[in-house]
């Protein structure tokens, strides 16, 4: 499973797509946003992705939580989501 990474110029829209193909595939996605304008395209990328799955009776669920990566070799926090689908 890889790690979604979201810029602030991502497409929501692709981004959704990519998040119903990875949990199609492997159970659930994950996606990695630093900044808001990066964490504001992965949340609309996740209610996007609810509307795909609605028709076929599912709903997610989405877990935030900080991890700490490096780039550029610097330090910096990041959001990290993980998308599941929902279990009734």
Not at 3 to 14: D, F, T
Not at 24 to 37: L, S, T
Request: charged share 20%; proline share 3%.
């Amino acid at each position: 499973m890889s790690i979604l990474k979201v810029s602030s110029k991502s497409n929501p829209n692709s981004l959704a797509g990519a998040l119903v193909i990875e949990m199609k595939d492997n159970g659930k996605a994950e996606m990695q946003a630093v900044g808001a304008g990066a964490l504001n395209q992965a949340m609309k990328a996740v209610a996007i992705a609810r509307g795909f799955i609605a028709p076929k009776g599912k709903d997610l669920t989405c877990s935030p939580a900080f991890a700490d990566i490096f780039i550029e070799g610097e330090s910096r926090t990041a959001m990290r989501l993980v998308v599941e689908n929902k279990m009734l």
